[in-house]
């Protein structure tokens, strides 16, 4: 089984910068994929940015060149940099791991990040 949480929360300035990171534990060669998701109050949950075993990367349209996921050479934690806040980007984020075992899905319990303008 695999567990993540995520770290990282808090509030920064509009136009700073700030990271979250994701640490998984567990049996670590059964993700196949790290992602990163936000939910603002009253909007559905997004993808933010999503890491693949392979390396392949994907990103929101609304965040590309203000965000980047990055992993350690052990692929653990994943790292959700941001620079060019925007009050937009107040949410809860959250982790989201995909495995091989189950449970095939799995999500941490958020943290929060607030852009004051």
């Known amino acids: 089984q695999v567990h993540v949480a995520e770290s990282g929360g808090g509030l920064v300035q509009a136009g700073g910068s700030h990271t979250l990171s994701c640490t998984a534990s567990?049996?670590?060669?059964?993700?196949?994929?790290v992602g990163w998701y936000r939910q603002a109050p009253g909007k559905e949950r997004e993808l933010v940015a999503q890491?693949?075993?392979?390396?392949?990367?994907n990103y929101a349209d609304s965040v590309k060149g203000r965000f980047t996921i990055s992993q350690d050479y052990a692929k653990n934690p994943t790292y959700l940099q941001m620079t060019g806040l925007k009050p937009e980007d107040t949410a809860v984020y959250y982790c989201?791991?995909?495995?091989?075992?189950?449970?095939?899905?799995?999500w941490g319990q958020g943290t929060q990040l607030t852009v004051s303008s």
């Open positions: 989201n791991v995909r495995a091989t075992i189950s449970p095939y899905d799995i």
């Open positions: 567990g049996n670590l060669p059964a993700i196949v994929a």
């Open positions: 890491i693949t075993r392979g390396g392949s990367i």
